[in-house]
């Protein structure tokens, strides 16, 4: 037998693991800083720990349905009915509940370029067929309404993502407005905002009440660092909340998530650390790299580099791991994560001694 055709079906390409990447270099793991996929660098909180710890002794029972809980406590920070917040494994989680809620076979979809590969997946495992826009670089990476727009040809969902990754630039809140107005009403526009926490931009949630036609889907694998727990969930008007139960995959936010996430999302000064900490050091890279940066409001800086895929290779074997972005079509960059100070410190001194030797190899 065979499969249904997946040829467009593109698999994901994840930052490498630090036990990987120690394997072959013949080094330590404790000796590499990782700083590709946009962790937490200080971990978990201790509370979301010792509430994933005492979850694990009733593994044997499954989640509660309803994972009231987190939902309740969540949709209180948001000021919505629980209804309105769809717990999910991680964002990935909602964004499939969303494409599962919208769209009908061969509906098309609008992903921005470069962007997030969960998006395209995520409509293509729903039967969508893929459109982009372009996140111009020739523009710094600006995201307005009228580029969106110029490539809109009435898709189903449109998806943006504020802060961007990997370029860390925002849609504006008037943009936004001016994108909802300038969509039709069956085009649901998902506000991706995993870096939500990082930004000072108010949330699209606060236009929740106003349009029918958002979503925004925020997680706690980036702030609240429990990205290996895969815990998010989306945010959506009122008129059409109540679609949750009919899409959600039954149990798939697991138990120990749930009351992880439920203690970090009470522990302020573990996400205020966090944020803080990633302010710094996306300004350190941003005045200390030699290399273009673009301002971002996540916890990580695009790099203009030259060989995006030579950097990465050689800062690796100095032990710092970035992010090549030859895989969101930008062959030239890396995006390089906030870590703490020291970690960042030295990723930036190891880039700039490699680009130093690529300048003086490519001037002999
Ligand atoms: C990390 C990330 C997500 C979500 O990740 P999950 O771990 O599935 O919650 C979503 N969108 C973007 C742009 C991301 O970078």
Redesign the pocket.
């Known amino acids: 037998m065979n499969t249904r055709d997946l040829s467009a079906n593109a698999p994901y390409v994840p930052g490498r693991g630090v036990e990987e990447v120690a394997r072959d270099l013949g080094l330590d793991p404790d000796d590499l800083v990782k700083l590709s996929s ?1 962790e937490n660098p200080f971990g978990p909180s201790p509370r979301a720990v010792e509430a994933a710890k005492a979850a694990t002794e009733s593994a044997h029972v499954y989640p509660k349905a309803a994972h009231a809980d987190l939902t309740e406590a969540l949709a209180e920070q948001w000021g919505l009915a629980p209804e309105q917040v769809w717990v999910s ?7 499939d509940y969303l494409a599962r809620a919208m769209l009908e076979p061969g509906d098309d979809v609008l992903v921005p370029d470069p ?2 590969a ?1 998006y395209p997946m995520s409509a293509r495992y729903h039967h969508g067929e893929v459109r982009q826009y372009p996140v111009a670089k020739a523009n710094g990476f600006a995201q307005t309404a009228d580029a969106i727009l110029d490539a809109y040809d009435g898709e189903r969902i449109v998806y943006v ?1 504020t802060p ?2 990997p370029a860390g630039t925002e849609l504006p809140r008037e943009e936004l407005v001016a994108l909802l107005a300038g969509v039709d009403e069956e085009t649901l526009v998902v506000a ?1 905002e ?2 939500g926490e990082y930004t000072e931009t108010p949330s699209a949630a606060g236009v929740l009440d106003k349009y029918e036609n958002v979503a925004v ?1 925020r ?4 702030a609240y660092g429990l ?1 290996g727990l ?3 969930y989306a945010l959506v008007p009122g008129a059409w909340a109540d679609a949750y139960a009919r899409v959600n995959t039954p149990f798939a936010a697991n138990a120990v998530a749930l009351d992880a996430a439920l203690a970090a999302l009470g522990d302020d000064e573990h996400v205020e650390k966090s944020v803080e900490s990633a302010r710094w050091a996306r300004e350190y890279i941003a005045d200390e790299l030699d290399a273009p940066t673009v301002d971002s409001a996540g916890n990580f800086v695009l790099a203009e580099v030259g060989d995006g895929a030579a950097v990465a290779e050689r800062v690796q074997q100095a032990g710092v791991i970035v992010r090549d972005t030859g895989s969101f079509g930008l062959p030239d960059c890396v995006r390089v994560s906030c870590g703490t100070e020291a970690e960042t410190r030295q990723a930036v001194e190891t880039l700039n001694g490699v680009l130093a030797e690529l300048d003086l190899g490519a001037e002999a």
């Open positions: 946009n494994p991680g964002a990935d989680g909602a964004l962007g997030f969960y993502t961007h990754n991706d995993a870096y889907t997680t706690f694998s980036k990205a895969r815990i998010g």
